[in-house]
Nanobody, 127 residues
């Protein structure tokens, strides 16, 4: 089983950048689809980005496309979310998530599809 720990959140001005990391334990990390979600106060958790086993397939929410980049390093059991051109509406708690799948061609974008979650890291973007 995989356990997840996020890091890298913080306070940044609009237009700035942050890089989130998610460290995973477990020997089968390379067979997990990985995703990032976020949740702002009073709002539902929403999909941000996901990446397939090998990293060959990535998928982004329209709200972050062109600004955020998800990547993974299976040798280091980690994923990152590079966030550029941040906006105040990106303010939220960001969560790393994982689900073991049977195919490298599968991407999951619904929170209900993931069964492993980190504790979250706060990102605050000031205007």
């Amino acid at each position: 089983q995989v356990q997840l720990v996020e890091s890298g959140g913080g306070l940044v001005q609009a237009g700035g950048s942050l890089r989130l990391s998610c460290a995973a334990s477990g020997r089968t990390f390379a067979r997990y689809v990985m995703g990032w979600f976020r949740q702002a106060p009073g709002k539902e958790r929403e999909f941000v980005a996901a990446i397939s086993w090998s990293g060959g397939i990535t998928y982004y929410a329209d709200s972050v496309k062109g600004r955020f980049t998800i990547s993974r390093d299976n040798g280091q059991n980690s994923i990152t979310l590079q966030m550029d051109s941040l906006k105040p509406e990106d303010t939220a708690a960001y969560y790393c998530a994982a689900v073991r799948t049977r195919s490298d061609s599968y991407i999951a974008e619904r929170a209900a599809e993931y069964d492993r979650w980190g504790q979250g890291t706060q990102v605050t973007v000031s205007s």
